[in-house]
Each structure stands twice: as structure tokens, then as C-alpha cells.
């Protein structure tokens, strides 16, 4: 990338612009073995291995991308491949060796290290471990702190646009059943109005879900998921559970009704249809956690796990 380029000429930060347009023409320059149209994923790939080892293994780049005609060390490639495992997908992991081989062409030396048995076969488990849907392994999920956060930024939001706020209460549902039942989204969009409940037992209060098809239910036999009504950290599962069949009920909903529906944007009101698809979910998490990643950087947190 550009700023690899002016690190390797030991320039500072501040450089004038025909610098700073000149280092972007090498970046692009060294990629002419690409097309013009993958200048970008090219450029992009090579800075993610460079990143990992001038942030993480506290290289120099003339240590991780050596000049003149030596190659890049096997165990940097097998220590990479090790640490973006649960960070990237499959496809991810292979661009940025492909644009490392890439790199080698451009010098005109060889890259034993990128096409060796060893490092075949790493990428190939990698592969097989992240299965079908390329998931990286081990992946942390959304936190508790997140989640409340999360939780928090809901309420807000239906206080400063009450017009909007059963579109909140509708999300926050969803997500506080989604997040402490262990749900997928394709298991909550499914449910209905007759697959929820809410009980008591011995003074506990409980939520019990019917989900009656599931990825892994391919005898379609069903299950039985109990939410605690009221969690260690605070959250008042039943409670918001309650205020949400209320509303469904108020707008006529019957037990053969989808749980969660669509929002009207001519309305600004919740309309009769189901939210079909789990990526209308992931959406809405993702845009929830890009407002939150402004008022606070420091959160990390994949908004598709």
C-alpha cells in the first residue's frame, strides 16, 4: 500500500501531495501484473499480511517483504495463516497469498514459501474447518457489554424518535431472545405468535420458546428453548417479552401470526407481513453497531456472528 511505500523510503507522516500521489502510482505500478480492476482487492490483500506483521509481530517491512531477490519465509506465511484463521474467511485468507505470489512474480523470484505442500495443506484445513459457509474458527460473537450497549442505544433511540419506537421495541425483542436463547436468525424469523410464552415457576419467571424447525432438526421433531425472565446482569427477558405480544395483540395479531414483521416506511408502523429473511435481522444489528462504533472505537465485534 501507499503508506508501505513511504515507510520502505523512511519518509514522515506529513509528506507533500505529489509524495503522496507518487507512492499510490508505485502501489500501482507493482500490481500491473493484476488486472486494473483488482488494483484495489491486490493492494488491500498486501497490506492485510503486512499489517499482521508490522502491528502484531512488530516487523519492519524490509523484514516482512524483503528487498532484492530474497523470498518470503515459510513459518511468517504458516504464522499468518495460523493467526487470520479466526479472523478471515477462506477466500480472504487465499487472496492475500495469491497477491503475495503476486509480489514475488513482480521481483522475478521464486515462491516456494506461498505454494509448498505445507502451506497447500494448511490452507486446505482451514478450508474444511470453516466449512460450507466460510466462517471463520473461533470467532468471538457479541459480548454482554455489547449487548447492553446495544440494548441501551434501543431505548434511546425510541425516546428521541417516538414515532419509530416499535420499530426499537420490535429489534430489541428479537435480539434479547436471539442473544440468551442462542437463537438463529432463521429460527426467529420463523416463530409465531402461539411460540412464545411466558410463564412462572417456584417465583421464577420464564420464556419458553416452540421452535419448531431448526438447521440441525432434519427430522423436523422441534424444540423447547426456556429463557430466564429476568438474567444475572439485569435484563428483564419477560418483561420486554410481554410489552411485545401486547402490542402485536393490539394490532390484531392471531396465534397463527408471524412473531416479528416488516416495517412500513409509508406508515412508520409495523405492517401485518413476517420479516422473511434472517439478513433483514443482520442488517439491522449491523447498523446498530456501525452508530455505536462512533460514540465508542473501542468496540470490537463481528455483526454477522
Known amino acids: ?61 524490509s ?24 479472523r478471515y474467511k477462506h477466500n480472504t485468507i487465499l487472496s492475500t497469498v495469491s497477491a503475495l505470489i503476486n509480489w514475488h512474480k513482480d521481483k522475478g523470484v521464486t515462491y516456494d514459501a506461498l505454494t509448498c505442500a505445507s502451506t497447500r495443506q494448511m490452507l486446505n484445513t482451514i478450508k474444511a474447518e470453516q466449512g460450507p459457509q466460510g466462517m471463520p474458527v473461533g470467532k468471538t460473537g457479541m459480548t454482554k457489554e455489547v449487548f447492553r450497549l446495544v440494548l441501551g442505544h434501543l431505548h434511546n433511540s425510541g425516546q428521541l424518535e417516538p414515532h419509530m419506537k416499535s420499530l426499537f421495541r420490535r429489534d430489541a425483542t428479537w435480539m434479547t431472545l436471539g442473544f440468551y436463547g442462542m437463537l438463529r436468525r432463521s429460527e426467529i424469523t420463523a416463530l409465531q405468535m402461539r411460540d412464545i410464552a411466558v410463564g412462572q415457576s417456584n417465583s421464577q419467571c420464564f420464556v ?23 438474567t444475572r446482569d439485569g435484563v428483564r427477558v419477560a418483561a420486554r417479552v410481554e410489552e411485545w405480544l401486547a402490542l402485536r395483540r393490539a394490532a390484531g395479531a392471531c396465534p397463527s401470526d408471524p412473531l416479528f414483521t416488516t416495517w412500513d416506511l409509508d406508515t412508520y408502523s409495523l405492517s401485518s407481513s413476517p420479516t422473511r429473511t434472517p439478513e433483514t435481522l443482520n442488517k439491522r444489528l449491523k447498523l446498530y453497531l456501525t452508530n455505536l462504533k462512533e460514540r465508542y472505537p473501542d468496540i470490537l465485534v463481528n455483526p454477522a456472528s
Open 1 to 61: 500500500c501507499a503508506e508501505c511505500v513511504k515507510d520502505a523510503a523512511k519518509l514522515p507522516d506529513n509528506v507533500p501531495e505529489t509524495l503522496q500521489d507518487a507512492a499510490h502510482t508505485v502501489v500501482w505500478l507493482r500490481g500491473m501484473r493484476v488486472r486494473e480492476s483488482s488494483q484495489q482487492t491486490y493492494a488491500s490483500s498486501l497490506h492485510r499480511y503486512i499489517k499482521f506483521w508490522r502491528d502484531v509481530g512488530g516487523k519492519h517491512l
Open 63 to 86: 523484514q516482512i517483504l524483503p528487498p532484492g531477490t530474497d523470498s518470503i519465509n515459510t513459518a511468517d506465511v504458516h504464522l499468518f495463516l495460523g493467526w487470520a484463521m479466526s
Open 208 to 230: 419458553e420458546l416452540t421452535i419448531r424447525r431448526s438447521k440441525n432438526d432434519r427430522r423436523g421433531e422441534g424444540a423447547v428453548v426456556t429463557i430466564t425472565g429476568l
